[in-house]
């Protein structure tokens, strides 16, 4: 069964203190795997799609990486905007995609 | 550039009464779904279509209906809601031809069932 799992669930930084988050899943056949970000009261927004092992992509503090089990979105020097509830999802064979429950990130001026 | 558009933004609804989610897309995209979120589940599929003139059950279907109503628009229908439908509803599309695609999402309905 298809499965994704994000941590940790809530995540505290000070602004400039790098961390990561993590995505490990489970699909038959990955044809992609997805970063959003989600604010509140809003949709998700897309961040970044990785296609195989090894893959990484970058966009300002943001840079995400791919293994065969597992992503890690990658935040350096975050600052207090970025802030936010950060979602992984993959897509397998099928027309379906499935995601974690999110990690909410908080960044402390 | 609108991208996903979902109406109304909010809703309160007796237990019983029944009510339609609609969504637009204007990104000529062929799949769209409906997810509902609800604190510590994450998104759950709802339904979903793969293109114009089908439609499939997600993960969680009872209680809703769906009708494609043509290539734009997707609705989501509650026939008699309940309290435990209570949630907000998302509606996004993707363009399915090459695997990589991502869905992009309207800023949801939420929905109150009293």
């Known amino acids: 069964e298809d499965q994704v799992t994000q941590s940790p669930e809530a995540l505290r930084l000070q602004e400039g203190e790098s961390s990561s988050l993590n995505c490990s899943y489970t699909?038959?056949?990955?044809?992609?795997l997805f970063w959003y970000r989600q604010d509140p009261g809003k949709g998700p927004e897309f961040l970044f799609t990785l296609y195989s092992a090894g893959e990484e992509k970058e966009k300002e503090r943001l840079k995400a990486t791919l293994t065969k089990k597992e992503s890690f979105l990658h935040i350096t020097a975050p600052k207090p905007e970025d802030s936010a509830t950060y979602l992984c999802a993959v897509r397998g064979t099928g027309n379906q995609f499935y995601f974690g429950t999110g990690t909410s990130l908080t960044v402390i001026p | 550039n609108a991208g996903v558009t979902q109406t109304p933004k909010f809703q309160v609804l007796k237990t019983g009464q029944s009510m339609t989610l609609q969504c637009a897309q204007d990104m000529n995209h062929n799949s769209m779904y409906w997810y509902r979120q609800d604190p510590g589940m994450g998104l759950r599929l709802i339904y979903y279509s793969a293109s114009e003139g089908t439609t499939d059950k997600g993960e969680v279907p009872n209680g809703y209906n769906v009708s494609r109503l043509n290539k734009r628009e997707f609705s989501l229908r509650l026939e008699s809601a309940a309290p435990s439908q209570t949630s907000v509803y998302f509606c996004?599309?993707?363009?399915?031809?090459?695997?990589?695609?991502?869905?992009?999402f309207g800023d949801g309905t939420r929905l109150s069932i009293l």
């Open positions: 996004a599309s993707s363009e399915p031809t090459t695997g990589d695609q991502p869905q992009h």
């Open positions: 699909v038959s056949g990955l044809r992609g």
